[in-house]
């Protein structure tokens, strides 16, 4: 990893010590333990749901810039990402990969990584407008929008997003559509945590609390998405009077479920499974081979008499 990285993981790892350190060991232990085998089979099928729509959303941002991504394949390489994100440390390893991997197989690498940034970046939009609905009255939203107000009349960034909306036109409403359905899917998984946890609040409180978290997680500074989500997780519970140990717990169970969810990337990862993936996946195409001349048959002088 680059020096960047390291610190970046470094930092996700002195969030999680302050948390553990000031709340002791009992969220986390009860956070795990509140993971049943109902528990595990919801994750799983929220998963299944968010995994094929990212993986939707992935192969219009592909298609867009001309390369070709079947769903399944998409789909294969993104729940191998998401088990690669929460396993390894800085959590978008498994994204490096699967652009890397796509573009090769597509014979532009280049274009692989923009398409990978270019839906990412789209789900993080969509998250960014449902933060601004329902947290805009919080002055740590009116902060976060201030900065991206200030940051936007800058040349690059103005040429960035309208890059981005170019190669996305046609097929915006599309990918903003999948993008809402990924996010109701994480926040759906959220409540259920919630729940799990013992919170008791209705779905309304829970809502703002589970974008908070959502957006801390974006926050590159983590260990497999473990870090800025638990310290806003007790934070936000405390705030709303549930209780910053039950906010804890609840980011606790949440990041077992997203791992539980991610499960079937490693599946994907085994020798067999992997390789009829890569038969599904998109190749190079390679010019034809020029074809031999075709020689006239040989016909033998007849012997003369």
Same mark, same amino acid.
């Given at each position: 990893? %680059? ?25 986390? !232990? ?19 749901a ?16 001309g ?5 399944a ?16 440390p800085a ?6 990969h699967?652009?890397v ?16 940034l ?18 805009i %009255? ?8 201030? !900065? ?12 960035a997003l ?76 405390? !705030?709303?009077?549930?209780?910053a ?37 998109p190749?190079?195409p ?20």
């Amino acid at each position: 990893m %680059t020096r960047g990285a390291v610190l970046r993981v470094a930092a996700g790892g002195a969030v999680v010590g302050a948390v553990a350190w000031k709340a002791g060991a009992a969220p986390f !232990a009860r956070g795990v333990r509140a993971v049943d085998g109902t528990a595990v089979a919801a994750a799983l099928l929220v998963g299944l749901a968010t995994t094929v729509a990212s993986a939707g959303r992935w192969c219009l941002v592909a298609r867009r810039l001309g390369l070709r991504l079947p769903l399944a394949a998409a789909t294969a390489g993104y729940y191998r990402a998401l088990f690669l994100n929460a396993v390894l440390p800085a959590g978008v390893l498994g994204d490096v990969h699967r652009a890397v991997d796509h573009g090769r197989r597509s014979g532009d690498v280049r274009r692989g990584l923009r398409a990978v940034l270019l839906e990412r970046a789209a789900g993080q939009a969509v998250l960014l407008v449902a933060a601004a609905a329902l947290l805009i %009255t919080r002055p740590v939203t009116l902060l976060v929008l201030t !900065a991206c107000a200030a940051a936007l009349p800058s040349r690059r960034v103005r040429g960035a997003l309208g890059r981005a909306a170019a190669d996305l036109r046609g097929a915006r409403a599309a990918v903003a559509a999948l993008s809402a359905a990924v996010l109701a899917g994480h926040v759906a998984m959220f409540v259920l945590s919630a729940r799990l946890a013992g919170a008791s609040a209705p779905v309304t409180a829970l809502l703002p609390v589970a974008v908070l978290a959502l957006l801390a997680m974006a926050v590159p500074a983590n260990i497999g998405g473990w870090g800025p989500r638990e310290a806003v997780t007790a934070s936000a519970f405390g !705030a709303a009077g549930m209780g910053a140990a039950q906010g804890l717990t609840a980011a606790v169970v949440y990041g077992v479920l997203a791992l539980v969810a991610s499960l079937p990337g490693l599946l994907v990862l085994l020798p067999g499974v992997s390789a009829a993936c890569a038969r599904t996946a998109p190749r190079r195409p390679t010019a034809p081979r020029p074809s031999s001349p075709v020689r006239p048959p040989r016909v033998s002088a007849p012997h003369s008499g």
